[in-house]
């Protein structure tokens, strides 16, 4: 179960790996980032931490640092992993695309315990906020990518669980 966002840019894929890898990237593009800090960077092994609007803090924990993109995990402070991310970037000098994808542990968006009723939630609940979510965030890495300016605190609409 998964939920991912993609986008086309007019931009050599160099220029869309320059953006996303630079330390603190989120404060730039992402519409519900309060801050995102790095202490740990650059490479495999990163670690940065994100604080959304709503006050709610996660650990980003970079596995997989590649010519590509990156993998990381996102944990709650106690070390609980909330899901896993994908950011794959594909194209050329000219054009390229972004694609991000979520894969969640499913019991940590669902008070159920029977999984019958995590996948019915994920198909109900779960699957279109998160959706909602990816989709605002890569509309927001389109603009600043696009224009070079920062996006704003809900920029393209509050969400529930980040705003």
């Avoid at 604080?51 to 993109?69: I, V």
């Avoid at 054009?95 to 994920?122: A, D, Y």
């Avoid at 600043?144 to 300016?149: H, L, S």
Wanted: glycine residues 4%; proline residues 5%; contains cysteine.
């Amino acid at each position: 179960m998964y939920v991912e966002s993609k986008v086309a840019l007019n931009l050599p894929k160099s220029r869309i790996l320059n953006l996303i890898r630079e330390p603190g990237s989120l404060n730039k593009y992402h519409p519900f980032c309060k801050r995102n800090d790095a202490i740990k960077w650059p490479g495999t092994n990163s670690i940065d931490e994100l604080e959304y609007l709503n006050g709610s803090t996660f650990e980003r924990n970079f596995f997989n640092w590649h010519e590509n993109g990156y993998d990381l995990i996102i944990e709650r402070k106690n070390k609980s992993k909330m899901a896993q991310v994908n950011w794959i970037i594909e194209g050329n000098d000219e054009i390229s695309s972004l694609r991000v994808r979520i894969n969640p542990v499913i019991g940590h968006f669902t008070p159920f315990k029977n999984k019958f009723m995590q996948i019915l939630s994920w198909y109900l609940f779960v699957k279109p906020m998160l959706q909602s979510y990816i989709n605002k965030v890569i509309k927001g890495f389109e603009f600043f990518a696009n224009t070079d300016m920062e996006v704003k605190p809900n920029q393209f609409g509050k969400h529930s669980w980040f705003s």
